[in-house]
């Protein structure tokens, strides 16, 4: 309940990615719809390469590695928040493609491997629920914000809600020590039966 919680935060804390980079490379970056396609291309090369290395790489310690993928999108959010180079916004917008593989595919792992096969129907639907109804709610409210305080603030506060959400998963005990190594996969023949 934890891990979902964290990461249904971590999404709304991404929100502004997905609702303000127009705004803040127009507004902040005083540039145009090209500097967008590559800034918006970058987060696109991080998240291929991130699922490359993650692929050649197969997860154990999924509950550190959600974690420091957290903390990853965290830190290249702030990057791009205080960023004034285009290319500073750049590298930014990639760490944060890498961080959201790094996040994401522990999580679909642990999904599969720790879900009863006869639960994991259930189980995804509330969870694609609970994604389907923050999303419009978030884009509102990122909407709101960027108007509010800024591209750049809105930016700097999704980098400290996923500071805080790095903290809660190094902080909470049975997530940070999750491990798939040795895990015996949810629904298998080995079970007693």
Known sequence: MVLLGIATVSNIALGPTNVLAPMLIRRVMHAGAGALGVFDS???AGLLLGGLVMGAVPPRKVG???AFGI????LAMGVVAVSHSLLLAYAGNFVLGLGV???NLPTSTMFQA???SELRGRVGSIAGMLSSVAIPIT???VGILGDAVGARWSYG????LLAAGMA???LNGPLRRLSLAGAQPAGSAMEPG
Request: charged content about 5%; overall charge negative.
């Open 101 to 103: 593989i790094v996040a």
């Open 71 to 74: 903390g990853l999108e965290g």
């Open 114 to 116: 720790l879900v009863p």
């Open 139 to 141: 884009y509102g409210g």
């Open 64 to 66: 550190l590695l959600f």
């Open 157 to 160: 506060l999704g980098a400290i």
């Open 168 to 170: 809660a998963g190094m």
């Open 42 to 44: 970058s987060i696109g």
